[in-house]
């Protein structure tokens, strides 16, 4: 088999394969390079390169992993090991430990250039990095060639001198906001204890994801974003530009205490 038709081959088999773990459903907006999962997958196997993906890793009020923790890993890791059968280089899984998202939520407190979480997700937190951390091992030991790398949000955002505050709720963000509205009420009606209103957290929701669409965009601007739940308003409020995710359409395990 000629290396372009080898290529053509493992690009299709790897993008069924996305697209068969993305039951939530999958956003792969047309850019100039015409379609963004395909071209992304498709070049990262011709340069023989790791594929990338990226993901948020949220946290709440529970202290400890749980079963739901362990069957979204489960998922995730079966994904990128599948991936890496099929791809010889493997994948690259780059986590971002949304500390910002959860003291915003009302599990710790926020200042300009600073953020707190309170001790139950910041346990969590330190729990979910380890697991990682332990699985990046074992595949170093099995010479599987899937790495993980992690990330704290609020370290990005002092690193592309963002500030940590949402001070300036813009037109666009209100309008956007007002498209998915049932949705992102119902959202944060379950996830948001900050005691503010719903409709308040829902726009500063919106608000905090379109400005970390230019964090995607600098810190792994060849990914594919996977997520937890479904697509609803994801081309508009968390992708940049041109970056297709995938949705798995499993509960986020961070907000499931058993």
């Known amino acids: ?9 493992r690009t299709k088999e790897i993008v069924i394969l996305f697209k068969k773990f993305a039951k939530g459903g999958w956003v792969n907006p047309d850019n100039a390079s015409g379609n963004p999962l395909w071209t992304r997958i498709k070049a990262s ?14 946290a709440s009020d529970k202290k ?11 998922i995730l890791f079966a994904l990128h090991e599948k991936a890496a059968l099929l791809h010889g280089q493997g994948c690259q ?27 139950a997700p910041r346990k969590y937190l330190e729990k979910i990095t380890q697991l990682f951390e332990e699985k990046v091992a ?17 370290d990005l955002y002092n690193e592309y001198g963002l ?28 996830h948001n204890r900050s005691g503010i209103a719903s409709e308040d957290a829902a726009i500063l929701y919106v608000a905090r994801r379109r400005r970390e669409q230019f964090l995607l965009k600098k810190i792994a601007p060849k990914a594919i974003l996977i997520a937890s739940g479904v697509r609803t ?24 205490q058993n």
């Open 1 to 9: 088999m000629q290396k372009n038709e080898y290529i053509q081959k």
């Open 233 to 256: 308003g994801a081309r508009d409020v968390i992708l940049p530009k041109g970056m297709p995710g995938i949705f798995l359409k499993v509960p986020a395990p961070w907000f499931i």
């Open 163 to 190: 500030p940590f505050l949402i001070e300036d709720i813009g037109k666009k963000d209100r309008v956007i906001s007002s498209r998915y509205v049932d949705f992102l009420l119902a959202n944060a009606r379950k």
């Open 138 to 154: 074992i595949y170093k030991k099995k010479k599987v060639p899937i790495t993980i790398r992690i990330h704290a949000l609020s």
């Open 45 to 58: 196997i011709r340069r023989e390169e790791q594929i990338q993906t990226i993901m948020f890793w949220g």
């Open 64 to 74: 400890t992993l749980t079963s739901a923790d362990e069957q979204f890993l489960k």
């Open 93 to 119: 899984l780059t986590i971002m430990k949304a500390d910002l998202h959860i003291a915003q939520n009302g599990h710790g407190t926020i200042s300009q250039n600073h953020v707190q979480l309170n001790d």
